[in-house]
């Protein structure tokens, strides 16, 4: 699953998540009686509370947590002196579990979840409920990345299996426009791109293929530039 595809994923669960604990916070006051049933003095001690549902509330009798359990899904969210969630803590339909925390305006401003293959990813959001950072260890390896204000361009930093850094920059639109990362042998290489994601200069440890079909691999103090077309205009040395 692709770093796109879990965050519309993330989304969904979110609004899923979102619309279940207002239905259960409606359902809170009922919840009151149930809880001083089971004992609202002191003096009374139960080994095994059972019950679908419980409310906490504080001294005004303001709901400050709810650990409930619907369709088969346990959760836990905890409210502030206005009655505002300011953090859930549930266990989706695919058995991973969320922790999602909102800011005094009731926004969505960090989540942190594991994907399907268990690897964790942390969601961190502007005030607009849009993701801007994103921390993960896709595919058992770590990366960072950096998003605009539009969640388009940005910065990508990550591990590849081999344990070498790789640095993409990219624009507006999402398009790679530099890039740099280590060789095999770990020289470093810097990378430009144009808009059309063709590479027009190339720094330091790096190759290029001929017109003639002949690969060439040039040092690391080496620079080439490249026209439009792909082909080699310029090089040094």
Known sequence: MTTEERLEKLEEDLIRSKRHNRLL????????????????????????IRTKELL??????????????????????????????????????????????????????????????????LSLNDENSKYRVWL?????????ILFDENQKGGVTLYLDKSGRPDLWLSDENGKTRASLDLTESGQPA???DDENGNERASLGATGTTTTDGRKVSYPESSLLLFGQDGKLVWQAP
């Open 25 to 48: 916070l409606m359902a809170a006051v009922s919840i009151v009686s149930a809880v001083f049933l089971l004992g609202a003095s002191g003096d009374v001690i139960h080994d095994v």
């Open 56 to 121: 906490l509330v504080d001294v005004n009798g303001n709901t400050r947590a709810m650990l409930n359990l619907a369709d088969g899904q346990p959760g836990l969210s905890l409210f502030d002196e206005t009655g505002k969630e300011r953090a859930a803590l549930a266990l989706l339909r695919s058995g991973q579990p969320m922790l999602s925390l909102y800011d005094r305006a009731n926004v969505l401003r960090a989540v942190l979840d594991l994907d399907d293959s268990g690897q964790p990813g």
């Open 136 to 144: 993960s260890l896709g595919l058992g390896q770590p990366g960072l």
């Open 190 to 192: 810097l990378t430009l």
